[in-house]
């Protein structure tokens, strides 16, 4: 790595550190996968907030629902924090 490649690292990464993370809206998919612009998250890659997570055989969480997810800090996990709704 160049001296010119190290510094942008350097500046890359105290960026990361002063900006906190930003919540993203995704799509919930089939098998508990949930698309995020491009990407998909698999199921094992993040967490549900206890009121969405499925009690006594009721899935809150369905196939199209629109929801909204906070990534862990340093990690490639995420919180599903809320379902969102369109208002009535």
């Not at 350097?10 to 491009?38: C, L, T, W």
């Not at 998250?41 to 199209?64: M, P, R």
Request: glycine fraction near 10%; proline fraction near 5%.
């Amino acid at each position: 790595m160049t001296p010119y490649e190290e510094l942008i690292e350097q500046m890359r990464k105290a960026g990361r550190f002063y900006n906190p993370q930003v919540p993203e809206f995704g799509i919930m998919g089939h098998d508990g996968r949930v698309k995020i612009g491009s990407g998909i998250i698999n199921k094992s890659d993040y967490s549900v907030s206890s009121n969405l997570a499925v009690e006594d055989g009721i899935n809150h969480l369905e196939e199209g629902d629109k929801v909204l997810l906070m990534k862990m800090n340093d990690t490639e996990e995420f919180v599903l924090i809320a379902k969102v709704v369109d208002p009535v």
